[in-house]
């Protein structure tokens, strides 16, 4: 069953929650430093304006997040694009697009990729055993500036799933996906006969 419009934003509201959280620093590992002893209300006061810094930091970038979040629903963008552009923040569009088209240009084939992520690692292995040479672009290294690729990557192709695939500066889908014909990703490429085709058009083919 599909999930309602205040449902739908519930669980991104959630999603944003989730994702902040991962991203304070109580989350990154952090270098121990010597102990420095303070007066009982020195210590208190710093902790006390150290604690309220750092919650209404988190306040206010949920707060953003969410916002961007309803803004680019009412701009037309799905659920998932949206959820991206939440997480990316505010950032100078023209700036990033510059880079992905630099990134893009770079090589004959190229992938915007999350390490971790079971798709990207599949279309790394069927593009070795294709033979091909390839650059890949990672998003979570560091995540900070990753997101805010992944969101115009997302506008400019149209999906935000990783890995995100260009042959010969085109757009050619993800692993098992893709927007059609022109981009249905590289398994269903494979299956055609046409993935070293164009890799091999392209001079991505070793």
């Known amino acids: 069953m599909a999930l309602s419009l205040s449902a739908r934003s519930s669980a991104s509201l959630a999603f944003l929650i989730v994702h902040f959280l991962l991203s304070c620093d109580a ?6 430093t010597p102990l420095r002893v303070a007066t009982p209300s020195t210590s208190s006061s710093r902790l006390a304006s150290s604690a309220t810094d750092e919650s209404n930091s988190f306040i206010d970038n949920l707060t953003q997040g969410y916002q961007l979040f309803q803004k680019s ?3 037309g ?7 991206a552009i939440a997480i990316a923040g505010e950032y100078d569009a023209e700036e990033v697009q510059k880079k992905i088209k630099e990134d893009i ?3 004959p084939c190229v992938m915007f990729t999350w390490e971790a992520s079971p798709a990207c690692k599949k279309a790394i292995k069927y ?3 294709a033979g091909a040479s390839y ?5 979570d290294d560091p995540w900070s500036e990753g997101n805010e690729v992944r969101a115009e990557l997302g506008k400019m192709v149209g999906r935000s799933s990783v890995p995100c695939i260009f042959i010969n500066g085109n757009y050619v889908g993800g692993f098992d996906g893709g927007l059609g014909d022109d981009s249905p990703g590289i398994l269903e490429m494979a299956f055609k ?3 070293r085709d164009t890799l091999k058009e392209a001079g991505a083919l070793e």
């Open 193 to 195: 006969g046409t993935l």
């Open 105 to 107: 240009e770079s090589a």
């Open 127 to 129: 593009l070795d055993i």
């Open 73 to 75: 629903k009412s701009e």
């Open 77 to 83: 963008y799905d659920f998932k694009q949206s959820t």
């Open 27 to 32: 989350f990154t590992p952090q270098t121990v």
């Open 135 to 139: 650059k890949i672009v990672r998003l």
